[in-house]
């Protein structure tokens, strides 16, 4: 889907899109993971450790194996609550990732430059990454209503 796609997206739909993933579901991503040999079981008890405490080490099996239901488990007890005590954000308070099919970073770079020039796009496309705080105030400012985006950048 590019930008202009988001603008025909409703908003039951923009908001099951933002929907953090299922402790099962970040469980199963974490597992694929140390399968691909992306993230090293150790390093992850180490991380897990450090965020949740000593309960972490319960995610190794006997057999030295990730124990699915175990951090299945870590994660579910320790899921940031939002009102009504329902999770908000994904795990740590981090974004869940992108849905898939939304714009490329480079996508929505030639959008920004398309739509605000240089300048507002160079203030968003920093050295440490995406300015979100910046693209959130662009995408707010008085500009972006000209465009005829639908997009709550709230979040």
Same mark, same amino acid.
């Given at each position: ?29 974490? %597992?694929?993971?140390?399968? !691909? =040999?992306?993230?090293?079981? @150790?390093? $992850?008890?180490?991380? &897990?450790? *450090? ?6 080490? %319960?995610?190794?099996?006997? !057999? =030295?194996?990730?124990?699915? @239901?175990? $951090?299945?488990?870590? &994660?579910? *007890? ?78």
């Amino acid at each position: 889907m590019s930008i202009n796609g988001v603008q025909s997206v409703g908003q039951n739909q923009m908001q099951e899109m933002r929907k953090p993933p299922s402790p099962e579901e970040l469980a199963g991503r974490i %597992s694929q993971s140390i399968e !691909d =040999g992306d993230i090293e079981l @150790d390093s $992850l008890v180490e991380n &897990l450790t *450090e965020r949740f405490g000593e309960e972490a080490s %319960s995610i190794v099996a006997d !057999d =030295g194996s990730l124990d699915m @239901d175990a $951090l299945t488990n870590l &994660l579910a *007890e320790n899921a940031p609550q939002g009102p009504g005590g329902q999770p908000q954000g994904g795990m740590g308070g981090m974004p869940p990732p992108p849905p898939q099919g939304m714009a490329s970073t480079e996508e929505l770079e030639t959008k920004l430059l398309e739509e605000y020039g240089e300048e507002a796009t160079s203030a968003v496309f920093t050295e440490d990454g995406i300015d979100f705080e910046a693209l959130k105030s662009l995408l707010t400012s008085n500009e972006s209503q000209e465009t005829g985006f639908l997009l709550d950048v709230e979040g």
